[in-house]
C-alpha cells in the first residue's frame, strides 16, 4: 500500500503535501490497529481449535478462557494480547509429571517449567476430581502446546491477512 505525493516548492503546496502525508498516516496506523485485532481474532479461533485437537476439552473451561484484549496503541499500531484466564492452562501447555518429562513442550525455557517437581516418578499420584467425585491415578500428562502452536500459525497467517488488511 503505497501512495505517491508530489508537490511542488509554494508554502500551499508544501502544505497540502504535509496534510497528505498526515492522512496517509492515520490511513496507516488505523490499518496496523486492524491488522492486530485481525491476528487477535484468528488467534483465539486456532487457540480454541488447537485444545480440541489436542482433546484438552475436559469441563470446557480452558475452551471458553481463550480470549483476546486490546493492549493499547504503540509506535502507530496497536497491541493485543491472546490469553486464558483457566488456572490449569500451564499444565496442560507444559505437561505435567513424569509423562510430562517424557513428552515436553517444544520450549520448555518460555516459563522455566519443571516437570516430576514432586517427584513422584513412575509411582505416580492419586488426585480428586470435583467434577466426577471420582479419585484418579495418574503420572502426568503430555505437554499440549496449544498456545505455542498458536503463535506459531499466526506467523506463517501474518502476510496473507496484512494483505487483505492492506489490500495488495
Not at 82 to 108: K, L, M, R
Request: with cysteine; net charge negative.
Amino acid at each position: 500500500m503505497s501512495k505517491r505525493i508530489s508537490f511542488g516548492l509554494s508554502v500551499s503546496e508544501i502544505n497540502n503535501a504535509v496534510k497528505e502525508l498526515r492522512k496517509y498516516q492515520a490511513e496507516i496506523t488505523y490499518k496496523c490497529q486492524k491488522l492486530a485485532e485481525r491476528l487477535a481474532e484468528e488467534g483465539i479461533y486456532i487457540a480454541r481449535l488447537k485444545i480440541a485437537e489436542y482433546d484438552a476439552i475436559y469441563t470446557g473451561e480452558l475452551l471458553a478462557s481463550i480470549k483476546s484484549e486490546y493492549g493499547g496503541v504503540i509506535q502507530d499500531g496497536a497491541k493485543w494480547i491472546i490469553y486464558t484466564g483457566c488456572e490449569w492452562a500451564p499444565f496442560v501447555e507444559f505437561g505435567t509429571g513424569i509423562v510430562g518429562s517424557q513428552n515436553p513442550h517444544p520450549d520448555t525455557t518460555l516459563a522455566n517449567w519443571k516437570y516430576d517437581v514432586n517427584e513422584h516418578g513412575e509411582a505416580g499420584w492419586w488426585y480428586f476430581n470435583e467434577t466426577d467425585g471420582q479419585w484418579h491415578w495418574t503420572k502426568g500428562m503430555p505437554s499440549r502446546p496449544f498456545m505455542f502452536e498458536t503463535g506459531q500459525e499466526l506467523h506463517k497467517l501474518v502476510t496473507k491477512i496484512a494483505k487483505e488488511v492492506f489490500g495488495s
